[in-house]
């Protein structure tokens, strides 16, 4: 099992910054890969970003590329997501999630995931 917990989250102006954590605990050796999605109220949960737990390529998706970033560090077994630009549309509850297997946009095949931190953006 792998545990994770957000934090990070708050309430932030358009155009601002704020930077989330996801901390893994348990069987971190059996992480394949890492993402974050978001959810707005009435929507369904959305891609964000992705990496490998290892390193190496990132993923985004469309509506916050070149906006978001997602690093990792290892030795803290943390995931980070550096959100600057913010905007209205980036509201949400934000959820960190670990894949065993693979390396997906689908949130349906992460196995585990945190209990997400909300993030509002005001304009």
């Known amino acids: 099992q792998v545990q994770l917990v957000e934090s990070g989250g708050g309430l932030v102006q358009a155009g601002g910054s704020l930077r989330l954590s996801c901390v893994a605990s348990?069987?971190?050796?059996?992480?394949?890969?890492v993402g974050w999605f978001r959810q707005a109220p009435g929507k369904e949960r959305e891609f964000v970003a992705r990496?490998?737990?290892?390193?190496?390529?990132?993923y985004y998706g469309d509506s916050v590329k070149g906006r978001f970033t997602i690093s990792r560090d290892n030795a803290q077994n943390a995931v980070y997501l550096q959100m600057n630009s913010l905007k209205p549309d980036d509201t949400g509850v934000y959820y960190c999630?670990?894949?065993?297997?693979?390396?997906?946009?689908?949130?349906?095949?992460?196995?585990?995931w945190g209990q997400g931190t909300q993030v509002t953006v005001s304009s």
């Open positions: 999630a670990a894949d065993p297997t693979g390396s997906t946009n689908v949130p349906a095949l992460y196995d585990y």
């Open positions: 348990g069987r971190t050796s059996s992480i394949h890969a």
């Open positions: 990496m490998r737990w290892s390193g190496g390529s990132t």
